[in-house]
């Protein structure tokens, strides 16, 4: 029950190292990688801290052995946005006051990009759906999607713009 | 001289002082993944600890087997009481007064004990070496039911106290039993329930539940045993109290401890306390001589730190037949579990309770609070909320509803009939508080008017009579609360943690260019504190709130104080900016009337500058001061522009609100669906709406957390049912309702800008108005009490035994 | 929570899934999403040397229809369950289960083989496929088995495949007449308070064929044939519906446990079977 040797994509960049088969993305993203922008909650997927990107699906990293990531690409807050090109939803966040302790604020951005790319235009409705899977125990949800709904509308007037 | 003055509107917006939608300067960090929480911190050589804890509610420790965790490879150490006793840490003081054990000394009482802490070097093989310790245990009776605990044959849980019949609250009774608290006037409140015209009776039971802050308790602590000091990074809500408790505990001199609260995951009252984590960690790194990590899982963080509530709150209510209310009396049964480790003021075994008169006008009242020992985890945290002002908010505001169903009238019209008097105030209450301000019967008539309260009547008979026709099953509550808060602890002549009294402090420094960095005695956890303080100092020193770097939660930099909890940040740390600030002014105006030439009493203060009576072309800016602080002699002036502010609040303030739930219910499933939720608030002078209705949504939702589901359960053998998230309740953005929120403005008189502090009233208020209205769905068919938490099933039956399922 | 070691495996074909579950015996297991193993493995609740990662074996992925068979692939997640458009017109009530299922993180990984095959009563999924009348595809070291959804499930986590057996795939006939599928939950990502799978077919304004199953009221999914049979040729009055509600209930055995007493969830399976019946119903 050695180590095994990983390969993954994390925010861009190809990464390699060792680590055992049970160690879990999370940890290794945070421990070994030292990207602590995902967070550990619940460590029983309910919470959604710890949701990254992987290849193209949110998923909760704490429920993932690194074993099974091998090959994986990986997203994470850190590789949304920079401090000069903040990614639109950071903007919102921010903006519409969708965040207050933080600890949630990281899954809860990487999750609503993924599922605006899916949903561009969704309704507050749907956003609440499709947000299901993060807990915040802070703002009670009303400005987080406020600031996501803000985000699509963002979004898709750039879009526009370009067309 | 001087540049073209812009008009005193534009000077004041670009101060983004008190009462600026100010965006929050927290919110880059966290929204691009750079916050740093404990978990976040990575020292050279770091080791890892985790605890073997207790499969038992109550059982003797026969033996403790580590060796086999010790031959682990990279298992460093496994400490247990009998490694600690020689230091005296195996026990630690608790906030109220009793002892808890650090690590079980002989025997434990309850369901995830800490029994022995493991020191490897990461926490793989610190679960795995968890797993390697034996303990031999004998299992011991359990008592999980408080009304038990006190039985003539109960077992004694608390072998330490054996022959104490005196304990930290005075005498106790029983060998289970923690103290008795007694507040007003006995004789004369039974005397007036004897002769009244009708006395409503209930028992009102706030169960047992958790703050769960999202990110869990924990610490790094680290021992430079080169030159003696102890640094401790941890999940603190108050930093000072930690340091010096630490020290005192330790015999460690407080000047070489620094205690550091990073960026906290959210603590509404979690993170209080002192936990055995951080006591084992500090002795694990000056054992072995480098930094110690502990964090607590999910199932450890809702097992073991921090219980709140469990309040069994026996009540009686007295009215004439009118609806005038005559006189209030209450027992509470309070479950302590295993210790007595309340986060309350010393003096306040049962925390404001007192404050259970709520808002009304009632002459004569008594409480009798009693508290005792179970196989249950130690608590009674303040979950978002001032000392068990929750608790006492909900008990009134249930026998306010019993009450109106003894009278047979609408409780909003028992309310207003009740409410103290906008002229009554500063009150004098049965109980013994005195209300600074408030004007109940404006916000009341504000919040009926918005959500139509009769055409929200009118439409619940509607559907009443469509049930009874069978043309639905749907039922709907109007859940009302009108709650007054007492936040803001406190006065320091009646107001202490383990002697230390309940001030608040904050420290100013003026840069040379005119920017500033304040700091402060208090701790943010998501309260967005760097934002709302620096808008307080901006409006008292015309220096823009962008320029005020607030820093708070290092030991070795801020001023001592008591921390965040319990409201008290606005109104006591909030206040303490404010005068610090003042004195900023004050010398300020000094060095403009030198600069000016003219006598101080000349110059008069404009937003951001100090100008000449009579003559608003004179001034200097507050930037120009700054600078001639710094570099000019100026005769009878120290240089440099600081001050500090310790701050003693004259008396406690008193928020208040208005909420309104409307409610469907489905009497077949017991499931239910928020239709409308309305905040109204009134917290005095508002800092940051923007913030402010933050607050109110982040708390509410916690209140529907609390009162539709969200609970701490043991089955009778002391195990807890409820440990993970997939059965304690947190809802998300599906579950969660929608909420208006509004306000009244009722400055408090005492408070030096006059705010009351906002972030509870939310969990306060809101508790009460969900569960009436679950109650007001059934009051038709005679339902008067039933216990929270209204989960599917427990509507099902309160339906069920009401025979509406046929 | 940290699971105890063990060793990975990946392989990139059935048979050499297969071929190692053999060699490893009984230490080993699958994963699939791992999304109910992974939270037992973290609390040290289970005892696994091995685990066989199935995610690299393209054979047990896509859903196929031809004409009125439809087969998905055992690691088929529920999110491209929900996204397939041609699976959602041949079998509208897979879409609507699996979106009551978890959350939106969770169905990303989630497959129907991990939901099926586990044999964990409060999965959707096993009770959905009796009432569809599903066939399992299983393979082992002795070749390939089927075996029907409704004689798969023995007890809780004890099921008719073999420990060195692995699902492959599911397939059944795409329903003729309405369908639905409802389920009360306490709140997102809790299994069923109650669920029933309903598919009615009608004729001439009478139900001409019915197949009725119940999640999370025993310790394994209930198919309630008497149930079906209750709404079979009836016009589908009170009375029918209250004798398969009836019959339901005989076959159901629900106990105490934190969503609440077994009396109140055989009161709430009734509720939900009439529900999930009407609305079918509707629909068909």
């Known amino acids: 029950m050695g180590k095994m040797h990983i390969k993954l994509t994390v925010n861009g960049k190809p990464v390699e190292l060792l680590a055992e088969p049970r160690e879990l993305l999370i940890h290794v993203l945070r421990e070994e990688l030292s990207i602590t922008g995902p967070h550990i909650g619940c460590e029983t997927t309910h919470c959604g801290a710890c949701t990254v990107d992987m290849d193209g699906r949110s998923v909760k990293s704490c429920t993932v052995f690194a074993a099974q990531a091998d090959g994986a690409n990986v997203t994470t807050i850190e590789g949304l946005g920079t401090p000069d090109g903040l990614h639109v939803l950071q903007t919102m966040f921010k903006e519409h006051h969708g965040l207050q302790c933080g600890f949630c604020t990281p899954g809860m951005i990487t999750r609503a990009y993924r599922f605006l790319q899916e949903n561009p235009d969704p309704t507050e409705e749907e956003v609440r759906f499709g947000m299901s899977g993060n807990l915040c125990r802070c703002t009670g949800y009303q400005n987080i999607v406020k600031a996501i709904l803000a985000a699509a509308a963002e979004l898709n007037a750039v879009k526009e713009a370009a067309q | ?806 | 929570m940290i699971p105890a070691p063990f060793d990975y495996h990946r392989p990139d074909t059935v048979e050499a899934a297969v071929k190692l579950m053999a060699d490893l015996g009984d230490s080993a297991r699958v994963i699939a999403g791992g999304h109910s193993l992974i939270p037992l493995m973290k609390m040290r609740m289970t005892d696994i040397a091995h685990l066989v990662d199935l995610q690299k074996i393209g054979a047990l992925k896509g859903i196929a229809i031809d004409g009125d068979t439809v087969t998905i692939g055992a690691m088929t997640t529920q999110q491209e369950l929900i996204g397939n458009a041609a699976l959602a017109g041949a079998a509208p009530i897979i879409r609507e289960a699996a979106l009551q299922i978890a959350d939106p993180q969770v169905r990303y990984v989630g497959t129907i083989g991990g939901n099926v095959a586990n044999g964990d009563p409060g999965n959707d999924m096993p009770g959905l496929m009796q009432c569809l009348d599903a066939t399992y595809h299983l393979q082992g070291p002795d070749g390939a088995r089927e075996i029907k959804a409704r004689d798969f499930y023995e007890a809780a986590y004890f099921t008719a495949r073999a420990d060195d057996e692995i699902l492959t795939a599911i397939s059944f006939q795409a329903p003729a007449g309405g369908q639905a599928y409802v389920k009360q939950k306490r709140k997102t990502g809790d299994y069923a308070t109650a669920a029933a799978s309903v598919i009615i077919a009608k004729s001439d304004g009478n139900c001409s064929a019915a197949s009725i199953a119940m999640t999370n009221l025993s310790d394994t999914p209930v198919w309630c044939e008497a149930a079906g049979q209750a709404l079979a040729g009836s016009p589908l009055g009170e009375a029918d519906v209250e004798n398969a509600v009836r019959a339901m209930l005989a076959v159901i055995n629900p106990q105490d446990d934190n969503k609440g007493p077994a009396e109140f969830k055989r009161h709430t399976a009734a509720v939900i079977l009439r529900r999930a019946i009407e609305r079918a119903a509707s629909r068909a």
């Open chain 2, 1 to 806: 001289m001087n540049e073209m003055t812009p008009p005193k509107t534009e000077r004041t917006a670009a101060l983004k002082g008190l009462g600026s939608a100010r965006k929050r300067v927290e919110d880059a960090r966290f929204t691009q993944g750079k916050g740093n929480y404990v978990d976040d911190i990575k020292l050279p050589g770091m080791l890892f600890g985790d605890f073997v804890r207790s499969p038992y509610a109550h059982a003797r420790i026969k033996s403790i087997d580590a060796e086999k965790a010790k031959a682990l490879p990279g298992v460093i150490a496994v400490l247990t009481a009998a490694d600690l006793a020689p230091l005296k840490l195996h026990w630690m003081p608790t906030l109220a007064g009793d002892v808890q054990m650090v690590l079980a000394d002989g025997k434990v009482l309850f369901q995830g004990q800490e029994v022995a802490f493991v020191v490897a070097e990461n926490r793989y093989i610190a679960a795995d070496a968890v797993e390697l310790v034996e303990v031999d245990y004998e299992e011991l009776p359990v008592v999980v039911d408080p009304f038990k605990a006190e039985a003539p044959d109960a077992p004694v849980l608390r072998e330490d106290l054996a022959g104490k019949s005196e304990g930290a609250h005075g005498p106790r009774r029983h060998h289970n039993h923690i103290f008795t608290w007694e507040q007003g006037d006995r004789d004369a409140t039974e005397k007036v329930l004897a002769s009244a015209d009708v006395v409503a009776e209930e028992m009102v039971y706030y169960h047992r539940t958790h703050p769960c802050p999202l990110e869990t308790c924990g610490c790094v602590a680290s021992m430079d045993k080169v030159n003696g000091k102890l640094t401790v990074w941890g999940t603190f809500q108050a930093p000072h109290a930690v340091r010096t408790v630490a020290s005192l505990i330790s015999g460690i001199a407080e000047h070489n401890i620094r205690i550091i609260s990073p960026d906290i995951g959210g603590g509404f009252g979690n993170k209080v306390g002192v936990y055995p984590g951080y006591i084992c960690s500090i002795v694990a790194s000056i054992v072995t001589g480098v930094p110690v990590k502990w964090v607590e899982d999910r199932m450890e963080n809702l097992m073991a730190t921090a219980f709140a509530r469990d309040y069994w709150m026996k009540g009686k209510i007295s009215a004439t037949k009118d609806g005038r209310i005559t006189g209030l009396w209450c027992h509470v049964t309070a479950d302590h579990g295993a210790f007595d480790a309340c986060a309350d003021p010393t003096k306040f075994p049962a925390g404001f309770f007192n404050i259970c008169t709520g808002s009304y006008d009632i002459p004569v009242a008594y409480l009798a609070v009693d508290g005792v020992y179970t196989n249950k985890a130690p608590g009674g945290v303040a979950y978002r909320c001032s000392f068990r002002v929750t608790e006492a908010a909900y008990f009134i505001e249930r026998m306010i509803e019993v009450l109106a169903i003894r009278l047979g009238m609408d409780s909003a019209e028992l309310r207003a009939k009740n409410f103290i008097r906008k002229d009554q105030f500063p009150y004098h209450s049965a109980l013994g508080w005195e209300y600074d301000s408030g004007d109940y019967h404006t916000a009341w008539d504000k919040a009926l008017k918005a959500v139509d309260y009769e055409g929200l009547r009118r439409e619940q008979a509607q559907r009443l009579e469509d049930f009874k026709a069978g043309k639905t099953r749907k039922l709907i509550g109007i859940g009302l609360t009108h709650f007054t808060e007492i936040v803001g602890a406190g006065p320091v002549k009646n107001c202490d943690i383990l002697g230390l009294g309940m001030f608040d402090s904050c420290e100013i420094r003026i840069h040379p260019t005119g920017s500033a960095i304040a700091r402060l005695g208090t701790i943010s956890q998501g309260q967005g504190h760097a934002t709302t303080f620096a808008q307080i100092l901006a409006s008292e020193i015309g220096i823009p709130a962008d320029d005020i770097t607030v820093e708070e939660g290092d030991t070795d930099t801020a001023p001592y104080g008591l921390g965040t909890y319990g409201s008290r940040s606005t109104p006591v740390a909030g206040a303490a900016t404010a005068m610090a600030g003042r004195k900023i002014r004050a010398k300020a105006q000094m060095i403009a009337a030198y600069l000016l030439e003219v006598h101080d009493d000349d110059v008069e203060w404009d937003i951001d500058r100090f100008a000449v009576k009579g003559a608003p072309e004179r001034f200097k800016t507050m930037k120009e001061i700054a600078f001639a602080a710094y570099n000019q002699a100026i005769p009878g002036i120290e240089p440099g522009l600081e001050a500090v502010s310790y701050y003693d609040p004259p008396n406690m303030t008193y928020p208040f609100g208005a909420y309104i739930c409307v409610m469907e219910i489905d009497v077949d499933t017991g499931e239910h669906e928020i239709r409308q939720f309305y905040a109204l608030d009134d917290c005095g002078t508002r800092i940051n709406p923007m913030i402010i209705e933050g607050q109110v949504h982040g708390g509410a939702t916690e209140g529907y957390a609390i009162a539709m589901g969200q609970e701490i359960a043991y089955d009778e053998m002391g195990n807890v049912k409820t440990a993970t998230l997939m059965d304690f309740f947190l809802p998300t953005a599906w579950e969660t309702p929608h909420y208006t929120t509004d306000f009244t403005v009722t400055p408090s008189p005492h408070h030096p800008i006059g705010a009351k502090g906002v972030g509870e009233s939310p969990n306060v208020g809101s508790v009460p108005a969900f569960s009436n209205a679950v109650h007001d769905a059934f009051r038709a068919f005679g339902l008067t009490q039933t216990h929270m938490p209204h989960d599917h099933w427990r509507i099902w039956r309160t339906a069920h035994e009401l025979g509406l399922h046929g």
